[in-house]
């Protein structure tokens, strides 16, 4: 089993910046890939980024050149530093882990940009 904790949601102007972070606990050896889904209100869950163990990592078009995923293996954490904030980036962002064959997921943490 695997838990995954994130903090660092809040409220924010628009243009502003928040840093998200994923603590992962358990049997953290097996994880693989890493990454940051959102859902905002009235919509579906929706990728935003992924990292590898080595590092490599990946954006949705919406974010990228504003989000930055970033990974310490060490401390088995995570951080999304989210810059030029948008209205539209209001959501619960949920940190994702995999391992194996089993995705897991935390409980996510809420983002509130207000224009």
């Known amino acids: 089993q695997v838990q995954l904790v994130e903090s660092g949601g809040g409220l924010v102007q628009a243009g502003g910046s928040l840093s998200l972070s994923c603590a992962a606990s358990?049997?953290?050896?097996?994880?693989?890939?890493m990454g940051w889904y959102r859902q905002g209100p009235g919509k579906q869950r929706e990728y935003v980024a992924d990292?590898?163990?080595?590092?490599?990592?990946s954006y949705a078009d919406s974010v990228k050149g504003r989000f930055t995923i970033s990974r310490d293996n060490a401390k088995n954490t995570i951080y999304l530093q989210m810059n030029s904030l948008k209205p539209e980036d209001t959501a619960v962002y949920y940190c994702?882990?995999?391992?194996?064959?089993?995705?897991?997921w935390g409980l996510g943490t809420q983002v509130t940009v207000s224009s």
């Open positions: 994702e882990a995999n391992w194996g064959i089993f995705n897991y």
């Open positions: 358990g049997r953290t050896s097996g994880i693989n890939n």
């Open positions: 990292i590898t163990t080595g590092g490599s990592s």
